[in-house]
Each structure stands twice: as C-alpha cells, then as structure tokens.
C-alpha cells in the first residue's frame, strides 16, 4: 500500500462524507448493500430520476468471470476470482466514484457505465492483487478479456482510461506510469485482397473510401429504419412516442438523450426582415423558420444535472414533418400530462381521491394498472376497441369503454369481472394474508372486511390513504417522476416534457393490449434505453427491427443512435454547409469537434474545392483532381513543390499550365498518393513506395491501412522466419536487413499522418542512376 493510494481514499472518503454520505457500506455475503444502504448516484449528484444509479454491487464482474472460466477452461490450477472484491477495492472504486461525481462534476450515468464496471473488470482480472501492487500484466490481461466481453473493443478502451486518467494520475500503482506502456489496437484487416492486383480504375475509385465508415449507419439498417417509422402503424403507444424521436434524431441529429427530453413546448419561430423591414419571403428568401427547443447534452456546465437549454434551426425540408409528428406526440401525451401535473401539485400519488375515501377495486383498477378492460368482454370486442384506439390514440375510445363497462355492470345481467382483475385482487389478498402489505379490504360503508370471509369482489374497497403508502412502499418502481430538474435560471417541471410513458403497463406491452392514458397514475420520464432498445443495441428488449421487421434478416438488424448524427453532420460538410454553422447546430465548443463526424471521402471533400472554371475546363478530370488536392494540402511531391514555385515566381496561369502539362503526375497507389510524372519511363520500383520513396505521401484511408497492416504481418512472419534459420550465411543476413527495412518503412508510413510525406529525406527513385568511375562514391 502506497501513500498515493491512502490519499485518493482519503480525498474520496471526505468528499462522499461532507455529502452526508456513509462511506462505510454494510455487504452481505454476496458483496450486496440491502437496499436503501448503498448509494443512490442519481440523488448524490443532484439530479434527478430517471434513471436512477446505485452503487451498492461490490461482487466481481459477472460476465467477466465467465470469459476467464472459458479462458483458463485447460488450467486445473486455476481458482475462480473471490465473489466479493477486496476491502482495498472497494474503497477504490468508492473514492474513485466520489471523486468523478462530487470533484470532477461527471453525470451518473457517465460514473456507472465508463467508471464503476471497468474498475470492477480490472478487480476481477487481477483477484489476486491489490490496487497498489498492478502492473503492466495485469492491465494488458484486464483489457484483453474487456474486448472479448465487448468485440467492438469499447470496454478495453474504457479500461485503458481507467488506467490513464485514475491509476495514472493519482500514482495508485507503485508500477505507473502504465498508460504509456498498453497497446494501442489498430485497424482491424477485413480485405484480403491485395491493392496492387487492381486495375487502375479501381485504385482511382479508392478515392470514394470514406473515413472512418464504421461510424455510420449500415445501409440496410438505416433504410429499414427509414421504412419501418414512415409507413409502419405503430402497435403499441410506447411506439409511437419512438417513432417519433426516432424521426427527431434522424431529421436533427441530436443526441439520444436530448431527443428522449425533448419539451412539450418545442416549437419556436423567427421571423426575418431586410433593413427596411420588408419580410425575407418578397425578396426570395424565407419570412420565417422554425427552431426546436431542446436540452443539449455536454455544454460543460459546474453542475451535470442542469438542463441547458437550446435551439436548433429546422431544415425547411423536415419542417412538415417534425410539426405533424411532434405536435401529435404532445397530443397523444396530453392526459399523462394532467395526471401529472396535479401529481405534482398536490403531492399525492391518487390525487383524484381524499385520502379518507373507500373506492370500489373495480374503479382503482385502471388507476393502478393502465388496463382499461375489468369486465369479461367478447374477444371481438376487445379487438375492436383496442385497434379503433391504435388508429389515433384518441382519449374519447378510452372514456365510452369507460361508460360502457360501468352500465353493464350496474344492469348486473351475467357480467363477471375479467381474469386479469381476479389474479390481481388475489395476489394483493395473499400479500395481505402474509403480511407483506399493510392495506386492508373495507366495505363501502368504511367497515373492515375479514380477509378469510367470502370475498364479492366487486363490493371490495380501499382506503385511499393506506393505498398510497402501499404504493410508496411496497411497489417502488411504480412511483410517478415528481421531482423538478434544474434550469441555468429556474427548475423545470416533470409533466412539462414531450414524451411522457406510461411506468410498468403490462397489459400494452406484454399482454397486446392498450393502457388507460387517462387514468393510469404511474407517469414516468423516459430515458436513453428507451430508444436503445428500440434500435437493438441493449439485447434486453424486443427492437422495433424485431418486432416490424418483413423479413428474417432484417428482424436482425441493429443501429446505433449516435450514427445518425454522424450521418447528418457528414451530409452537411458533402452539401458545402460552413463548419461554424454545423458547429454551432450541434452545440459543440469548437469546430474541430465536427471533424471528428466527417466521413466524406477524399472525392467528396475535393467537390467542395471550387477553381476558376475556365482553368478547371482546360485542366481536365486528372489535373483537376490534383489541383484541387495541392489546394487542399492533401498532395506533396516534387510536381507540388514545382506548381507552388511557379506560382509564386509567375503566378497562377503559369502554374496552371504546368500542372496541366504534368497531369500524369498523379497517381493513387496501393500504399498512399505520388506526385511523380512518369511519362516517359514507368516507376522505376514498381510502385514499392515503402522502400522509402520521398514522392509517397499519406493518406490514412481505411483501404490503404489495410493493406499496409497486412504488409506488416508478411514482414513480420519474413523475419522471424528468417531469424529463426540457424544459418550464419550472406544470404541469411541480407534476408534480415531487407526485411527490417521494409517493416520499418510500414511503421513509418502507417504512422505519418494525411497528407504528409513519408520519407521526405528518402532518395528519388524516379531519377536515373548516373554512370561513375571507380572513384566515384
């Protein structure tokens, strides 16, 4: 145990302690908190549920445990990691949690998913080991087994942040530096094929290969995606709430967070005037646009539970689209909205009832499932009703089967209550019987019913007081979204959202029914899962792709959300849109950020160079290319050194002509771009670029890194072979340096960032070799 270490818990104990937080947490044999110990992050953190976080799970990592049983399957001495992490772990990971939430200001989400499960993985790899005492090993092993639980490697690079950002910059292994030490994955080879047997149509092609294209949506995903919510009718109301952010993300590029929290007063329109005060409509333009009002994530606030407002102009192509499908989606959500809100306002779960009043059970039913249907009805019946109110999801369905139920049974002629109803009212009755709960059934006129005594259940009442504690108490989950969010300047209240759900409504999802929006009291707010399991990416729910889906292959599909933003923002750099007005779309803090979302390929950034275009017509398509390349600074060689010469000493038509001369001076090889001429004698090496060659220069494109790391495997496997021969012969010599040569010239072209020389102190391969004497050197 070092001092370093001591100090970080230290820190941790006392910013959790000055929270009225109790560091010491009480486990049980499993390594669980009971519940109401442990702590709840959401709250901790000032913000407000949903979701609600907790750390209170200090067992080893479930998933990881089961890769290392596969790992170590062969291994008879291998012992399985203790259940239950060590004290030293536990503080870690509690001080570590503290010090991301309370000092650094990082949301709960952020501390449960990217802090709390890599530590706990770390932990679990290295069972044997106390914090202090990691080393490189131990770590390299932690984010070997983190790609295996996750194949898309984010949990391995989750565990190397860990690693720089914690156990680095706090020294809590007397080992650190480690960071500097992991290995750093690369591309991974999915082509095999080798560049050089294209033809020279397909190596010109290459110039269409996008960056970094595994950010974006699969083509069959997202076009099943654009089918499924422009012409699917939804099946449920939790579906067409995601129908409709869904169409949010993909017309706005928000983020999934702020299209969940999207409010129900949305809309906002400018209205444009010349300096005379006419409207931009008579002159060509437009008189007004429309602006969505939403929360946007990651502006840096001293507090992460702050709402921060902000405003996103709308495409006027999208205008009537997102009109029809967001004032639709405050429609529908209208009577969640009342019941919340006088939730809100009066502090009570049942705010329809005094809290002395006994209410028949065939009247709290609906209150307290969402299941509109609490008599036995025809199945033809229930059909109907259930898809007249899929049609629109009008409140009106809802209240004539309301009305219509209540009259048939105060005529009393063969009407029973439904299945549903009875399994309800008898589970409630044994949770009675074992004292589980604390209400108790009455009579309508306030009187005690015994609970063993015959029960007519649709004389059976309850006390509306003790069915809201019971409610508090004993159905947690249930609980309706009350509490207020914060504003830079205010608070903003729960029912003010767009998109409010309906909590637990098991008779809409799970029965093929509809829920009761205009009596059910358990409202909630939704939150990112909501979306990501609609498009696939948490297993633990059915996708829309599954459940919409026409055929087999595409119930498989899945999308990830945030790829729709990188769409969008790639698509506005193609159509020319300025980066500080896509910058300041997407509320980022610099411009750089939006390249981080540019996939265009090189063909589609050169579109966006302009020449003049009588030199662009006298150039032609080759010298154009290459112009517009040298413009861009994605081209250097000795052709681009002479152009910019020219230029300076004789200005630009001179420079032009001279490019227009030397056209076939560019060239897209296998390996990056040359600007060389060959007119006259071909590459004098093949097109071995990496033998060092200064005319190479870089261009970082997914299909060149691929072939250059499959280059690095074949040196790689040369020299250990060659290494491995136990000949001390010329040849064997000559073998190893050429190939160390050749490795070491990959290195460093996969290394040299776009648009840069490789070699720029490399020889001139296109020069011819000069006859000398013998005394020449």
């Known amino acids: 145990m070092n001092m370093f270490y001591l100090e970080f818990i230290k820190h941790g104990r006392k910013l959790a302690e000055d929270r009225g937080i109790n560091w010491d947490i009480p486990l049980d044999s499993d390594g669980m908190a009971a519940d109401g110990i442990g ?6 953190a000032g913000d407000t549920p949903p979701p609600s976080y907790y750390l209170r799970d200090f067992t080893s990592d479930k998933r990881t445990v089961e890769i290392l049983k596969q790992e170590e399957m062969s291994n008879e001495n291998f012992l399985l990691p203790f259940l239950v992490l060590s004290k030293a772990w536990q503080d870690l990971v509690k001080a570590a949690v503290a010090n991301q939430l309370f000092y650094r200001k990082n949301s709960p989400t952020h501390v449960s998913n990217n802090i ?51 156990i680095d910059v706090e020294h809590i292994a007397d080992a650190c530096p480690l960071y500097p030490s992991l290995p750093m994955n690369r591309l991974l080879i ?12 397909e190596l010109l092609n290459d110039l269409g290969t996008r960056k970094r294209a595994e950010r974006l949506p699969e083509r069959r995903a997202f076009w099943e995606l654009v089918r499924i919510i422009f012409t699917e009718k939804p099946k449920t109301l939790t579906d067409e709430f995601r129908f409709t952010a869904l169409k949010v993300l993909l017309t706005c590029g928000l983020r999934i967070g702020e299209a969940v929290l999207l409010p129900a007063d949305w809309k906002r329109t400018k209205e444009h005037f010349d300096h005379r005060g006419r409207p931009a409509g008579e002159l060509g333009g437009y008189s007004s646009t429309l602006m969505l009002r939403h929360f946007a994530e990651k502006q840096k606030t001293d507090d992460s539970a702050i709402l921060v407002e902000s405003f996103q102009y709308v495409p006027e192509m999208f205008t009537d689209l997102l009109t029809e499908a967001l004032d639709r989606a405050v429609r529908i959500s209208q009577p969640f909205r009342e019941t919340l809100r006088l939730q809100v306002e009066t502090g009570r779960t049942l705010p329809w009832y005094d809290k002395k009043e006994f209410v028949r059970v065939t009247d709290l039913y609906p ?39 209540t009259l048939q ?76 969010l914060k504003l830079e300047n205010g608070i903003f209240q729960p029912w003010e959202f767009m998109f409010l759900m309906p909590k637990r409504s098991v008779a809409e999802e799970r ?84 390249y981080e979302y540019d996939h265009r390929s090189l063909a589609e950034e050169l579109d966006q160079i302009e020449l003049p275009p009588n030199i662009e017509i006298s150039l032609g398509e080759k010298a154009t290319i290459a112009a517009k390349m040298i413009k861009a600074g994605k081209a250097t060689g000795p052709i681009v050194e002479a152009f910019k010469r020219i230029q ?39 097109l071995e670029c990496f033998a060092g060659c200064r005319h ?27 290494k491995s021969r136990s000949s001390k012969s010329i040849g064997r010599d000559n073998q190893i340096r050429h190939a160390q040569d050749r490795l070491d010239a990959v290195h460093a072209l996969l290394a040299t960032p776009d648009g840069e020389k490789v070699f720029p102190d490399g020889p001139d391969f296109s020069l011819s070799p000069q006859p000398g004497s013998v005394l020449d050197e």
Not at 142 to 160: E, N, R, V, W
Not at 699 to 715: C, G, I
Request: aromatic letters at 10%; proline letters at 4%; charged letters at 25%.
């Open 39 to 44: 702590w709840n992050l959401t709250i901790a």
């Open 116 to 166: 709390i499960r890599p530590l706990k993985v770390i932990a679990t790899c290295a069972f044997n080991t106390e914090p202090w005492a990691l080393g490189l090993n131990d770590l390299v092993f932690a984010i070997k087994i983190g790609t295996k639980i996750q194949a898309s490697g984010k949990l391995g690079d989750l565990i190397k942040g860990i690693v720089k950002t914690i």
């Open 190 to 201: 999915t082509n095999n094929r080798a560049r050089c047997t294209k033809s020279v149509d």
């Open 367 to 405: 209150r307290l499932t969402g299941n509109p249907f609490w008599l036995t009805l025809e199945a033809d019946y229930i059909s109907s009703i259930v898809n007249a109110y899929r049609d629109d999801f009008s409140p009106e369905v809802l209240h004539n089967l309301r009305e219509k139920q």
């Open 409 to 484: 049974y105060k005529e009393g002629s063969e009407i029973t209550l439904s299945t549903a109803l009875y399994a309800y009212l008898h589970r409630l009755r044994s949770n009675i019987k074992d004292g589980k709960t604390a209400i108790r059934f009455y009579r309508p006129d306030g009187s005690i019913m015994p609970i063993k005594s015959r029960m007519l259940w649709g004389e059976v009442c309850l006390n509306i007081g003790e069915l809201e504690g019971h409610i508090q108490r004993d159905t947690p989950t249930k609980i309706p979204d009350t509490l207020p």
């Open 511 to 594: 029965d093929g029914r509809i829920c009761d929006v205009t009596r059910y009291f358990s409202v909630g707010i939704p939150d990112p899962v909501f979306l990501d399991c609609a498009l696939g990416d948490k297993v633990t729910f059915e996708s829309i792709f599954e459940r919409y889906g026409e055929t087999e292959d595409d119930r498989k599909l899945t999308l990830k959300s945030h790829s729709l933003r990188h769409l969008q923002n790639t698509e506005l750099f193609r159509l020319g849109v300025a980066d500080t007005i896509i910058t300041k779309r997407y509320n980022r803090r610099s411009v750089a950020q939006s």
């Open 648 to 686: 300076q000493l004789e200005g630009d038509d001179a420079a032009f002509q001279y490019l227009r001369g030397e056209a076939d001076g560019f060239h897209a090889t296998p390996f990056g771009h040359c600007f060389n001429s060959f007119t006259v004698d071909p590459c004098p090496k093949n």
């Open 696 to 722: 190479l220069t870089a261009t970082n494109l997914p299909s060149n890194r691929k072939y250059l790391l499959k280059l690095e495997e074949r040196f790689s496997t040369a020299l250990e072979a060659a």
